[in-house]
């Protein structure tokens, strides 16, 4: 069935917002013939372009960045299909406005047999009970659903809606898409510039293609922005320069968004660069979130990480130097702080890499989960009670100390374990040297034992000190935590366990 026919008003109304709208606006494309780009969606042939053509869309999701077209794609399914076309906008819309479109739809399509198109602009603004509350007329075709968003579908959209909708990917315009839309502007007298006579200098298109960053609203109203504050020159022209250009746009076309995807990939990126030692990369990465507005307590962060995970004891400074420029970035601020940043993922960059000490802990824990939990040898337990003692806690305990390197080889296992080897370093930087001095671990003696000073009989004292003389002098020397004795029975007081780290995030940022 036809579309209804607008009235007086709605013409009028049309009209004055049509003149009155951001030159983006005003020019944007009204068939598939004049859309720019995204040929891998909507070129000759692609299902999207021939769902169009022929009247017969099915539910989808555009995705891409901002100015990629998103909206006029939604806006062209307007103008070239039969069905009713009803626009909502995230932002401003909530349930309410979904339960009238729907229950619209619901007699548009009894009484007319018309369908009604949904367009969701911004959808990833939509929480998940506004999300949940237009699942069921998608899926009975009640409503066709077009949802536009800048947020990766996978985490910003339910995953119930996505089954029932095919996804499309747009990108961001190339520079020569950019350049054909502004050329467009200039030239249209009906919708564009064409009327005011404007000559736009090649340096300053040159200049308005690359910082528009893709983006092709940011050009259009640029461009558009410095028309209009220009007065005519001789012969009533406009030359735009590169001068005029700058004023209008003041920045880059930003397309980083710390809460969103791009934050996810660049510290992605940052961090394989650190890993890859690929210093230039790296800084180029560390500028694109400082410069769009990333928190850079959040970089820091990941940054110390970097140096646990990476760098590990190839390089033991790695760890402190990251520590100080996270306290140089909360002392100093920005921008003095960004610089501490920039030289600890410089020195991470060029440092040796390891990830021995972070797998050697993943295969700790991973046994520390997955076998029995012994309990632990009675040998290197502590015995500060009388009871303790009785019952065998410290006996045969071999103090390292009195050992040649201090290298004693007794089992530090519980049985179920004995032998298990985590840790293996690599024969780069510090760790190099960390390789030679375990390397003993490998060559000890089948069954464990004492290896006593040369010359035999009792362990020599450690040079400046008297020998101890009892097991808990021993132990006392060795460092470790005194446990509090109890009542004469051997009751201890224990420390609250440690709790547990809560639920990692659905979304990683590694």
């Known amino acids: 069935m036809p579309k209804a026919q607008k009235t007086l008003f709605d013409s009028q109304r049309d009209e004055a917002l049509q003149r009155q709208a ?51 794609l939604a806006r062209i399914v307007a103008e070239t299909t039969d069905a009713h076309f009803e626009p909502l906008s995230a932002v401003s819309a909530g349930v309410a406005d979904l339960r009238r479109v729907v229950k619209e739809a619901e007699d548009r399509l009894g009484m007319f047999k018309q369908r009604t198109v949904l367009f969701i602009d911004e959808i ?68 564009g510039l064409g009327s005011y006579n404007v000559m736009l200098a ?45 004023d209008a746009l003041q920045s880059r076309a930003a397309r980083y968004d710390k809460n969103g995807e791009l934050h996810y990939d660049a510290i992605s990126a940052l961090h394989k660069c650190v890993r890859d030692s690929d210093p230039d990369a790296a800084l180029y990465w560390l ?72 797998k050697a802990y993943g295969a700790a824990l991973r046994d520390v989960a ?65 390789r030679e001095r375990l390397a003993w671990r490998d060559a000890r003696p089948a069954a464990a034992g004492q290896r006593p000073l040369p010359g035999g009989g009792a362990p020599a004292p450690v040079a400046g000190r008297q020998p101890p003389a009892k097991q808990d002098e021993l132990q006392a020397l060795a460092g470790e935590e005194s446990q509090d004795a109890g009542d004469d029975d051997g009751a201890q007081v224990r420390r609250p366990a440690a709790k547990r780290p809560g639920k990692a995030p659905k979304r990683s940022d590694g």
């Open 287 to 358: 500028g694109r979130m400082l410069d769009g507005g990333e928190d850079p307590l959040y970089v820091a962060r990941r940054v110390v990480r970097m140096a646990v995970e990476d760098i590990g004891l190839a390089d033991p400074q790695a760890l402190p130097l990251t520590i100080a420029a996270q306290q140089a970035v909360h002392f100093l601020g920005q921008p003095e702080g960004d610089l501490a940043l920039a030289e600890a993922v410089v020195y991470l960059a060029q440092a040796p890499k390891s990830n021995a000490a972070y």
């Open 124 to 191: 990833h603004r939509f929480n998940k009970a506004q999300q949940d509350a237009v699942l069921p007329y998608v899926e009975e075709g009640t409503v066709i659903l077009i949802g536009a968003t800048t947020e990766n579908p996978s985490f910003e959209v339910n995953s119930a809606l996505l089954s029932r909708a095919r996804v499309f990917v747009l990108e961001a315009h190339t520079d020569e898409q950019i350049g054909l839309l502004v050329d467009r502007a200039l030239a249209d007298a009906e919708r």
């Open 22 to 72: 951001p030159l983006a606006a005003r020019i944007r494309p009204r068939t598939l013939e004049e859309f720019v780009g995204q040929e891998q969606i909507v070129g000759e042939g692609r299902l999207l372009r021939r769902a169009i053509a022929n009247d017969t869309l099915f539910s989808i999701i555009l995705w891409g960045p901002p100015g990629s077209g998103k909206t006029t």
């Open 202 to 246: 090649a340096d300053a298109r040159g200049y308005l293609v690359n910082m528009a960053n893709g983006d092709a609203r940011t050009a259009l109203n640029a461009l558009e922005a410095a028309v209009m504050a220009k007065a005519p020159g001789l012969a009533g022209r406009r030359l735009i320069t590169v001068d005029d250009i700058r």
């Open 370 to 434: 997955e076998t029995r939990n012994d309990p632990v040898p009675l040998h290197l337990r502590n015995a500060p009670t009388k009871l303790m003692k009785g019952l065998g806690y410290g006996k045969g305990y071999q103090y390292a100390h009195d050992f040649e390197e201090a290298q004693v080889d007794q089992e530090h296992f519980p049985p179920n374990l004995q032998g298990r080897r985590y840790y293996d370093p690599t024969n780069r930087g510090f760790e190099a040297s960390v």
